[in-house]
């Protein structure tokens, strides 16, 4: 039952993500204008991180739902109305973070319409991920959970089987590329030439997807790229394209590993913590596991791209990493699926016109947490 107290949490929440988000601003509203565009994206890193960790107020809830044996009626609504509304703000939030920064528009309509093309709520693997963590936060492991997890799975795997392709274009998402466009790019690979669409996004990205034999690009990145520089980013994707089919066949344990998410509060209502500490120890594993394979499969795109010429593809990853404000260092470690832009033009051949950025702060991580706690004690002030 959805009471006053849940009104009155529900506010909280919001005014902290803005007070949040307020605080977070601050390295990126001192910034001179002239900044050099990897400082403002090594400033932006730990606001888009931190934005990204307010869900975990809504796991917060989540988790005090798992362990609480009373007044479950209606958790699944608040868990469900608690992530949307984080969702929701994020988004906002993100609007102000950005909008001294350089952006196509300061316009919100702009913003949120372009922040619906990259997450749009049909295709985002969060948000099914997060409806489906909300209908079992309360539930134990019994066959409705199994039915629920079974149901997420399904539609991550129909949209890694093309589903996302089918879906932009009944949305009017994207577009097939100009003949010209395709017809050079198609040339590139003979043997098995790939199907090349425009996604409507103005971010720089470039997407493969080997199960449908497709290439996309973002118009952001067809307008920030030269055709030569497009041509190099378009051999990266081939070679995605061209992975073993067991390495595909990884990437979609790595899809159901991630999935299985959705069962970790029925996992603690039945097997309380030893059994999450024991789940969650697969997951980490697995998922080490799976990111060093991934990118050693991106150092093996990039090699690919680079052997045409390899500064046009350097200047194409800057470009890319320009337009999303994406940090030339982000770790000194070998633990994300990407290498540092800076490395990565390093490896091309090619050393920047710019001082190897410092990696971003990590003091986000700490702002996580305490968005956690403030979640389960609200939790427990709402009195389930």
């Known amino acids: 039952m959805w009471t006053q107290q849940n009104n009155l949490a529900l506010l909280l929440t919001l005014g902290l993500h803005t007070l949040i988000v307020w605080l977070l601003t601050i390295p990126l509203r001192r910034m001179p204008a002239d900044a050099h565009w990897t400082e403002r994206a090594r400033h932006y890193w730990p606001v888009r991180k931190a934005l990204g960790g307010m869900l975990m107020m809504a796991m917060g809830f989540g988790m005090y739902f798992s362990k609480s044996d009373k007044n ?116 590139l690979a003979p043997e098995a030439p790939p199907r090349i669409v425009i996604w409507k996004s103005e971010m720089g990205q470039a997407l493969a997807f080997f199960w449908s034999n497709t290439i996309a690009f973002s118009q952001g990145a067809l307008a920030a790229l030269d055709p030569a520089q497009i041509e190099a980013v378009a051999r990266h994707e081939l070679a995605h394209l061209r992975e073993p089919v067991l390495v595909r066949a990884l990437r979609l344990i790595n899809l159901v590993s991630a999935g299985s998410a959705v069962l970790i509060f029925p996992i603690i209502k039945s097997y309380h913590m030893t059994g ?85 702060s990590k003091w986000y991580k700490l702002v996580i947490i305490i968005e956690l706690a403030i979640a389960i004690a609200l939790s427990m002030w709402m009195k389930l």
């Not at 993100?94 to 001294?100: E, G, H, I, Y």
């Not at 949120?112 to 909300?134: R, W």
């Not at 060093?292 to 680079?306: F, S």
């Not at 999303?324 to 260092?329: Q, W």
Request: proline residues 5%; aromatic residues 12%; positive net charge.
């Open 72 to 187: 479950l009626d209606g958790a699944s609504e608040r868990f469900l109305a608690m992530f949307f509304a984080t969702w929701a703000t994020g988004i906002f939030a993100t609007f102000l973070a950005t909008r001294r920064l350089n952006v196509p528009s300061n316009s919100v309509r702009h913003w949120v319409s372009q922040i619906l093309l990259q997450f749009n709520p049909l295709l985002s693997f969060a948000t099914f991920l997060f409806v489906g963590v909300g209908l079992t936060c309360a539930r134990r492991l019994d066959g409705g959970t199994w039915g629920i997890f079974g149901g997420v799975i399904a539609w991550l795997l129909f949209l890694n089987f093309g589903g996302v392709l089918l879906l932009w274009r009944w949305l009017g998402q994207s577009k097939p590329a100009d003949p010209d466009l395709a017809q050079r790019l198609q040339a």
């Open 276 to 360: 999450l500490l024991i789940f969650l120890g697969v997951l980490v594993g697995l998922n080490k596991l799976l990111v060093r394979l991934a990118r050693k499969m991106e150092v093996r795109a990039d090699d690919a791209a680079a052997q045409s010429d390899p500064a046009v593809y350097a200047g194409a990853l800057e470009q890319l990493y320009r337009i999303n404000l994406m940090p030339g260092v982000v770790s000194r470690k070998a633990n994300q699926i990407h290498p540092n832009l800076y490395d990565r033009m390093v490896s091309a051949g090619v050393t920047p016109d710019w001082v190897r950025p410092q990696t971003p």
